[in-house]
């Protein structure tokens, strides 16, 4: 045995992984990787397609996979150009019964919910941010730590085709504000009260502090307990009318989310990056059937 490998993958992988299956569609020796990547990099509008259709991404491929464009940032080149799709969609569909979502809090308590039942809210959460008046494009910010509430404005945000974009809870106002602030929110959620370290943390001043210098806001969507000393805020609970989502299907290079600079060299710098839709369908593809040899999914968080 060859000490220097430190693992190999058994001869099953080679006929049941979801990459050796994807392999063999495509008319390729599962054992032979090499091949395969050179076929994607060859021929990458083919590659792509034929990802598209083995992951049964939701949506419409459009005729044209590929079309180079020296443009096109860190790219060199467009990728589906006329398809229509939704990254919510794609997250959200499966069957309803599985468990889709399992979250454990430093407390020791413990949730778990089914694709219905986190289709359900996010419909509500959506309906409530239509009526807020968000459409595609405007921008949906949260002040959150990682919970199934979060996720939820999330998949909501995404679905009617807005941008997400958010901080830590623990960051300072100035340090939020200089973030969030510089993209014009319509809508904040965010938990006045969050357990980390140990310790329970109240930023409700904190939050009606950035309610303040962000007037682009139109109304606070609290989560959890707690309360933060604003006129314009409802319960996360209580926000929107239980209604099945509805996916705006939206171009294949609409922006999803918004990142910024870490700060450490000085105040952030507007939004560097903005994380379309073509990144996370991949992402999406590859877990759903190519990582580490899973079983096809549709899908799955652990908070």
Same mark, same amino acid.
């Given at each position: 045995? @060859?000490?220097?490998?430190?693992?190999?993958?058994?001869?099953?992988?080679?006929?049941?992984?979801? %990459?050796?299956?994807?392999?063999?569609?495509?008319?390729?020796?599962?054992? @032979?990787?090499?091949? %395969?990547?050179?076929?994607?990099?060859?021929?990458?509008?083919?590659?792509?397609?034929?990802?598209? +259709?083995?992951?049964?991404?939701?949506?419409?491929?459009?005729?044209?996979?590929?079309?180079?464009?020296?443009?096109?940032?860190?790219?060199?080149?467009?990728?589906? $150009?006329?398809?229509?799709?939704?990254?919510?969609? @794609?997250?959200?569909?499966?069957?309803?019964?599985?468990?889709?979502?399992?979250?454990?809090?430093?407390?020791?308590?413990?949730?778990?919910?089914?694709?219905?039942? %986190?289709?359900?809210?996010?419909?509500?959460?959506?309906?409530?941010?239509?009526?807020?008046?968000?459409?595609?494009?405007?921008?949906?910010?949260?002040?959150?730590? @990682?919970?199934?509430?979060?996720?939820?404005?999330?998949?909501?945000?995404?679905?009617?085709?807005?941008?997400?974009?958010?901080?830590?809870?623990?960051?300072?106002?100035?340090?939020?504000?200089?973030?969030?602030?510089?993209?014009?929110?319509?809508?904040?959620?965010?938990?006045?009260?969050?357990?980390?370290?140990?310790?329970?943390?109240?930023?409700?001043?904190?939050?009606?502090?950035?309610?303040?210098?962000?007037?682009?806001?139109?109304?606070?969507?609290?989560?959890?307990?707690?309360?933060? $000393?604003?006129?314009?805020?409802?319960?996360? +609970?209580?926000?929107?009318?239980?209604?099945?989502?509805?996916?705006?299907?939206? $171009?294949?290079?609409?922006?999803?989310?918004?990142?910024?600079?870490?700060?450490?060299?000085?105040?952030?710098?507007?939004?560097?990056?903005?994380?379309?839709?073509?990144?996370?369908?991949?992402?999406?593809?590859?877990?759903?059937?190519?990582?580490?040899?899973?079983?096809?999914?549709?899908?799955?968080?652990?908070?």
């Amino acid at each position: 045995m @060859n000490e220097d490998i430190l693992w190999a993958p058994g001869e099953a992988a080679f006929s049941k992984s979801g %990459l050796a299956r994807f392999a063999t569609a495509c008319g390729f020796d599962p054992k @032979n990787y090499t091949d %395969l990547h050179r076929w994607s990099v060859r021929d990458p509008g083919r590659f792509w397609s034929a990802v598209w +259709d083995f992951a049964d991404v939701q949506g419409e491929k459009g005729d044209v996979f590929f079309v180079p464009d020296e443009t096109a940032w860190m790219t060199g080149a467009r990728f589906f $150009p006329d398809a229509r799709l939704n990254l919510a969609e @794609n997250l959200l569909c499966g069957p309803g019964a599985d468990v889709v979502v399992y979250e454990a809090l430093e407390d020791g308590t413990q949730h778990m919910i089914t694709r219905a039942e %986190l289709r359900q809210r996010v419909g509500r959460v959506a309906q409530g941010l239509r009526s807020e008046g968000v459409m595609p494009g405007d921008r949906v910010a949260g002040v959150m730590p @990682n919970t199934i509430d979060g996720l939820v404005a999330v998949q909501a945000a995404l679905s009617i085709g807005a941008v997400w974009t958010s901080c830590s809870p623990d960051f300072g106002t100035a340090a939020i504000v200089d973030r969030i602030g510089q993209v014009d929110p319509k809508v904040l959620f965010a938990a006045p009260r969050y357990r980390y370290g140990g310790k329970e943390h109240d930023i409700g001043t904190r939050i009606a502090e950035i309610m303040a210098q962000m007037p682009s806001v139109k109304i606070l969507v609290l989560s959890g307990e707690g309360e933060a $000393p604003v006129t314009s805020s409802v319960p996360m +609970d209580a926000f929107g009318m239980i209604t099945e989502p509805e996916f705006a299907r939206l $171009p294949f290079d609409h922006p999803a989310y918004i990142l910024y600079t870490s700060g450490t060299t000085g105040a952030p710098r507007r939004p560097t990056i903005s994380s379309r839709i073509p990144a996370s369908i991949a992402t999406v593809a590859k877990v759903r059937l190519c990582a580490c040899g899973l079983q096809a999914i549709r899908a799955g968080f652990v908070m």
